[in-house]
């Protein structure tokens, strides 16, 4: 083995090394530096790393990477050059490990992207629309081994294509209405077939599925005959909710079933099925045979199905669906008085979490286990909304918002206000129950809570301190609450390298850049010299990395950075 002769030689003529000290959850990084916000929206998880839209006031509206360091958190590429008012890039969505987005470089009008998370690996796919401006490419679906998407070019044709990433492999598939609209798509995989929702022009939208050929995207059934459309338009929801359609949450896959709400303009808004056939689409059972039910918030957990329905006497309450004998029954009637509106419905290590308001506390966090009645496991603030609809914890896009609960590891996160500190960030685990994770804007005043995404042990959202405005926050919940997040930074005149946190107990995230390409040597040796660890990077300007060292016997360490003849080392402490 080999043994580092000086291992107290951190700093070198012209390093500096400091710790900054943050308490978890923290500020990433204030991408638009001051009080004006870069408000990243759009963001999905990659190999570790959380991919965003954001706008830093140079370069637009761009994708962006973080790896909860400051370091790590960089434009990935400018696509749209000198225009810093554009919107170049809005959501960011992994599909079969690539990226894939909506891009706009300012020649050829928002097309189809993709990227590997690279600069050099971020290109256009293809020119759809090369003579109508834009194609606008949306709802990036994998089904089998295809990668469906719906764009709507300017003269509206109502299409269906897939692509494999590359530019002869990116086709239409069917246009299914010519000089139509672009209506209820709402892709959904199947057990291997797209199920979607669309009109021809003469049924108007109906249920439709497609194999990835033009002969196998047919109409699966025209369940409501004639020129309306028997996908209900509108989403029921109490007074004081931001008038939003959620349509996704009117359908879910079961399997091979496909369930959705749809109305066949006798019995209005109701739950049916689809096997993938004419004959096997049926209604499932008729809850409210005045009006119609609406179901909505469509969650399997075990052999039940949950939603959200109205029967026309007990008002919106949660419903079940035994998925073996095809039962239909309402699980409890929360609110006697109007309705509880369970909302948010989703399911953590076979626990139930919706949001429901039963006419004495407002709007709180509440739990089934399928067995006994459903409790309330928050009571945050007396009559009023104490757990807040999830249009605020959302995606920040008017198109595109987050409606379930995130978890990680059995708990459950969410925005509320307490009475004393405003809408925040909570979380609630049946061992430790309910707290609040971090007063991010102190006193009353609310964090505006936005776009959860869980990547790996972190939850990168955007909130508001009071002082930079909405930027990227990340809790590290391998870290406890309000735990020093220390991040070891050395710099100079051409390199930056962060990692954290220290102490650490599983891994250490280290992120860098560097003024040129440099060929990185990283080392761990241990205090009696001994090598540890030795990777290699070539030809690298950043670096953004996670090494495990979950089986490293506690005690202190140093890792060690070579590159271009300069070497810089640090200790840390292995818990």
Same mark, same amino acid.
């Given at each position: 083995?080999?043994?580092?002769?000086?291992?107290?030689?951190?700093?070198?003529?012209?390093?500096?090394?400091?710790?900054?000290?943050?308490?978890?959850?923290?500020?990433?990084?204030?991408?638009?530096?001051?009080?004006?916000?870069?408000?990243?929206?759009?963001?999905?998880?990659?190999?570790?790393?959380?991919?965003?839209?954001?706008?830093?006031?140079?370069?637009?509206?761009?994708?962006?990477?973080?790896?909860?360091? =400051?370091?790590?958190?960089?434009?990935?590429?400018?696509?749209?050059?000198?225009?810093?008012?554009?919107?170049?890039?809005?959501?960011?969505?992994?599909?079969?490990?690539?990226?894939?987005?909506?891009?706009?470089?300012?020649?050829?009008?928002?097309?189809?992207?993709?990227?590997?998370?690279?600069?050099?690996?971020?290109?256009?796919?293809?020119?759809?629309?090369?003579?109508?401006?834009?194609?606008?490419?949306?709802?990036?679906?994998? #089904?089998?081994?295809?990668?469906?998407?719906?764009? !709507?070019?300017?003269?509206?044709?109502?299409?269906?294509?897939?692509?494999?990433?590359?530019?002869?492999?990116?086709?239409?598939?069917?246009?299914?209405?010519?000089?139509?609209?672009?209506?209820?798509?709402?892709?959904?995989?199947?057990?291997?077939?797209?199920?979607?929702?669309?009109?021809?022009?003469?049924?108007?939208?109906?249920?439709?599925?497609?194999?990835?050929?033009?002969?196998?995207?047919?109409?699966?059934?025209?369940?409501?005959?004639?020129?309306?459309?028997?996908?209900?338009?509108?989403?029921?929801?109490?007074?004081?909710?931001?008038?939003?359609?959620?349509?996704?949450?009117?359908?879910?896959?079961?399997?091979?079933?496909?369930?959705?709400?749809?109305?066949?303009?006798?019995?209005?808004?109701? %739950?049916?099925?689809?096997?993938?056939?004419?004959?096997?689409?049926?209604?499932?059972?008729?809850?409210?045979?005045?009006?119609?039910?609406?179901?909505?918030?469509?969650?399997?957990?075990?052999?039940?199905?949950?939603?959200?329905?109205?029967?026309?006497?007990?008002?919106?309450?949660?419903?079940?669906?035994?998925?073996? +004998?095809?039962?239909?029954?309402?699980?409890?009637?929360?609110?006697?008085?109007?309705? #509880?509106?369970?909302?948010?419905?989703?399911?953590?290590?076979?626990?139930?979490?919706?949001?429901?308001?039963?006419?004495?506390?407002?709007? $709180?966090?509440?739990?089934?286990?399928?067995?006994?009645?459903?409790?309330?496991?928050?009571?945050?603030?007396?009559?009023?909304?104490?757990?807040?609809?999830?249009?605020?914890?959302?995606?920040?896009?008017?198109?595109?918002?987050?409606?379930?609960?995130?978890?990680? +590891?059995?708990?459950?996160?969410?925005?509320?206000?307490?009475?004393?500190?405003?809408? $925040?960030?909570?979380?609630?685990?049946?061992?430790?129950?309910?707290?609040?994770?971090?007063?991010? +804007?102190?006193?009353?005043?609310? #964090?505006? *809570?936005?776009?959860? !995404?869980?990547?790996?042990?972190? %939850?990168?959202?955007?909130?508001?301190?009071?002082?930079?405005?909405?930027?990227?926050? !990340?809790? =590290?919940? #391998?870290?406890?609450?309000?735990?020093?997040?220390?991040?070891?930074?050395?710099?100079?005149?051409?390199?930056?390298?962060?990692?954290?946190? @220290?102490?650490?107990?599983?891994? %250490?995230?280290?992120?860098?850049?560097?003024?040129?390409?440099?060929?990185? @040597?990283?080392?761990?040796?241990? *205090?009696?010299?001994?090598?540890?660890?030795?990777?290699?990077?070539?030809?690298?300007?950043?670096?953004?990395?996670?090494?495990?060292?979950?089986?490293?016997?506690?005690?202190?360490?140093?890792?060690?950075?070579?590159?271009?003849?300069?070497?810089?080392?640090?200790?840390?402490?292995?818990?």
């Amino acid at each position: 083995m080999k043994i580092l002769k000086t291992l107290f030689a951190f700093l070198l003529f012209g390093v500096m090394s400091t710790s900054l000290f943050a308490q978890n959850p923290y500020l990433v990084k204030d991408i638009y530096p001051g009080a004006v916000e870069s408000r990243p929206v759009g963001g999905t998880g990659l190999n570790g790393i959380f991919y965003f839209s954001s706008d830093n006031g140079v370069f637009g509206r761009e994708m962006w990477r973080s790896d909860g360091t =400051d370091a790590g958190t960089y434009i990935v590429k400018d696509i749209h050059p000198n225009n810093p008012t554009g919107w170049g890039v809005q959501m960011v969505y992994n599909v079969n490990n690539l990226l894939y987005f909506s891009g706009n470089d300012g020649k050829n009008g928002q097309e189809p992207w993709k990227s590997n998370g690279t600069a050099n690996g971020t290109t256009m796919i293809k020119n759809i629309a090369p003579s109508s401006g834009s194609s606008q490419p949306n709802h990036w679906t994998l #089904s089998g081994n295809i990668i469906y998407f719906n764009p !709507c070019p300017l003269n509206q044709d109502w299409q269906i294509w897939k692509t494999d990433g590359t530019s002869a492999g990116t086709v239409l598939i069917k246009n299914i209405n010519k000089k139509g609209n672009d209506a209820a798509s709402y892709f959904h995989d199947v057990n291997g077939t797209l199920f979607f929702w669309a009109d021809n022009g003469s049924t108007g939208i109906e249920l439709w599925k497609s194999n990835g050929t033009t002969s196998g995207t047919v109409m699966v059934k025209e369940i409501r005959p004639g020129i309306s459309s028997s996908y209900p338009s509108g989403f029921p929801r109490p007074s004081y909710y931001t008038p939003v359609t959620f349509d996704w949450t009117k359908e879910l896959a079961v399997g091979s079933i496909y369930y959705f709400t749809a109305d066949d303009g006798s019995n209005g808004a109701e %739950l049916w099925k689809s096997d993938g056939t004419s004959g096997g689409t049926v209604m499932v059972a008729n809850i409210n045979s005045l009006a119609g039910s609406y179901p909505h918030w469509l969650t399997q957990m075990g052999n039940y199905l949950y939603f959200s329905a109205n029967d026309g006497t007990s008002g919106y309450e949660l419903w079940s669906l035994n998925l073996s +004998n095809g039962t239909v029954s309402l699980v409890s009637d929360l609110n006697a008085q109007s309705g #509880s509106y369970p909302m948010q419905l989703t399911v953590v290590n076979d626990l139930l979490y919706f949001s429901a308001d039963d006419g004495v506390n407002g709007r $709180e966090l509440w739990r089934y286990d399928a067995v006994n009645p459903p409790v309330a496991v928050t009571n945050l603030n007396g009559s009023e909304k104490g757990v807040y609809d999830s249009t605020y914890f959302r995606m920040a896009n008017v198109l595109t918002y987050h409606y379930r609960f995130p978890s990680y +590891n059995g708990t459950v996160f969410f925005e509320a206000n307490d009475g004393t500190t405003g809408w $925040e960030l909570w979380q609630y685990h049946p061992a430790s129950g309910v707290s609040l994770v971090k007063d991010i +804007n102190p006193g009353m005043a609310k #964090s505006r *809570l936005e776009g959860p !995404c869980i990547v790996d042990t972190k %939850l990168f959202f955007t909130a508001d301190d009071g002082i930079h405005g909405r930027e990227l926050w !990340c809790y =590290d919940m #391998s870290q406890p609450i309000n735990a020093p997040m220390v991040v070891e930074t050395m710099q100079s005149d051409n390199y930056k390298i962060d990692f954290y946190p @220290n102490p650490a107990s599983e891994s %250490l995230t280290i992120s860098g850049e560097f003024k040129n390409n440099v060929n990185l @040597n990283i080392k761990i040796f241990d *205090l009696l010299g001994y090598e540890i660890m030795n990777t290699e990077k070539s030809s690298v300007s950043r670096i953004s990395e996670q090494i495990d060292i979950s089986g490293y016997p506690a005690g202190m360490y140093i890792i060690n950075f070579r590159f271009n003849g300069q070497s810089v080392q640090q200790k840390f402490i292995k818990k």
